[in-house]
């Protein structure tokens, strides 16, 4: 082949890559961002803040509770609504009183604010965080934990030890014995391990037993060789075996037992398929945070978001690369600016305005977190970046409080619970 042939292939070549380039992606603010980016400019107080839309919430509240239609009971999480205005308002909207608690300060917290509710704790505790979740309750309360709160227990070793501790408290202990219906998390694995703590059990006659909690997760995330409801009727019936084994000690099972399980990823299944559960335990469906973006939670719509203030924009240059600026960005105009937020490394992405990406080449920062994009985004220093937590969980602790939005209008504030 001749030399310009050649040259020609070659320059046609580079011509379709560079037609193959990135486009830029940036959009400005949607319509509801955008009315939240002026709100904030206004009435924002300049740092990171975490905003929970009410409409929102309320619409995955009513669509919970039409979907259990009265034949389950509601249990919710604390661990994904940690606010006790979030926990309070919820409460009322589904009426109910139980709450699932996994961590022994926040335990207490739901004592003080919540004295008619029924705390089951969520996963085993530590002896000595039991022991201290009695030293550190008031005696004022009206909250009696003699019959308000069930404590998980997953061992024979961990139920000899809360048999030892109601014994040096002096009182009795309500337990729920976690099962293994599949997860491979733990719990006993099997109806005759369920049988040897029960035995185990009659010679501890401080602890009362309550009933079982199993949980489910891994249903929704079944392989694809695994059709999801033949996963979940195994599962099911798993637990059926652990409720007939648990029958057998008619001189421990209780008349009513607690049947709990599911969560937020399940809890449809369990509402429209035949169920060996009494109750669900549900939280982050309520919030729909990213990582709950599945097929049986399609029709639940994302209400918490975290709002950063942009600190500055610049180039998008990297460090020991400024020479090549121009030509990077000319390749990749979604790389054109960088914009550095107050605050960051949450575990979140942001979603308005489109087009914003972390900068993977720079790295992550909890103090000035750093995106890149192109010009579409008409971003300023005066703006604000708006993010979707992958989860709720941890994240409402690490702010202070949560701003509330209604018919798209800051309307309140409600504190948090913190993470420790």
């Known amino acids: 082949m001749k030399r310009r042939h050649l040259l020609g292939l070659g320059a046609l070549g580079l011509l379709g890559g560079w037609a193959l380039r990135p486009t830029d992606r940036g959009r400005e603010h949607d319509t509801y961002f955008a009315e939240l980016n002026r709100q904030l400019q206004r009435d924002g107080e300049g740092i990171p803040t975490l905003l929970l839309d009410l409409d929102r919430l309320d619409a995955n509240a009513d669509l919970l509770a039409a979907r259990l239609g009265g034949h389950l009971q509601l249990r919710l999480v604390a661990k994904s609504l940690a606010s006790t205005g979030l ?34 704790l969520g ?33 024979q070793q961990r139920l000899m030890q809360y048999g030892e501790l109601a014994k040096a408290l002096g009182r009795p202990l309500r337990i729920a014995l976690e099962i293994d219906v599949g997860l491979e998390r733990g719990g006993f694995a099997t109806p005759q391990a369920l049988a040897q703590a029960l035995v185990q059990l009659r010679q501890l006659p401080a602890l009362r037993l309550q009933g079982l909690m199993g949980y489910d997760a891994h249903v929704a995330h079944s392989p694809p060789w695994q059709n999801q409801l033949r996963a979940f009727s195994e599962t099911d019936e798993r ?45 982050s469906a309520l919030l729909k945070p990213a990582e709950f973006d599945t097929p049986l939670l399609k029709e639940h719509q994302p209400a918490l978001w975290i709002a950063s203030p942009i600190l500055k924009v610049v180039d998008g240059a990297l460090p020991y690369l400024q020479p090549l600026q121009p030509l990077i960005s000319a390749w990749n105009p979604n790389r054109e600016n960088a914009y550095y937020l107050y605050g960051g490394r949450w575990p979140a992405q942001p979603v308005s305005p489109a087009g914003l990406d972390y900068d993977e080449l720079y790295g992550r920062s909890a103090n000035q977190e750093r995106l890149v994009g192109g010009r579409g985004t008409r971003l300023t220093s005066n703006d604000w970046v708006f993010l979707r937590p992958a989860i709720s969980e941890g994240v409402l602790g690490d702010f202070s409080e949560i701003r509330l939005l209604r018919r798209g209008q800051l309307v309140g504030r409600w504190s948090t619970i913190g993470n420790s």
């Not at 589904?94 to 003080?112: E, G, I, K, S």
């Not at 530590?126 to 550190?136: E, T």
């Open 87 to 120: 926990l309070e308002y919820l409460a009322k909207r589904l009426q109910t009183q139980r709450f699932m608690v996994f961590h022994q300060p926040q335990l207490n917290r739901l004592a003080r604010s919540f004295p008619q509710a029924d705390l089951l």
């Open 123 to 155: 996963k085993p505790m530590p002896v000595a965080a039991a022991l201290n979740f009695y030293r550190q309750l008031a005696h004022h309360l009206d909250f009696d934990p003699d019959r308000q709160v069930t404590w998980l227990i997953d061992s």
């Open 239 to 283: 637990y059926r075996l652990f409720i007939s084994s648990a029958q057998g000690f008619s001189d421990l099972w209780p008349a009513k037992p607690l049947l709990n399980g599911a969560g937020s990823l399940t809890y449809l299944l369990h509402s429209q398929q035949e169920t060996s559960l009494n109750e669900v335990a549900v939280g």
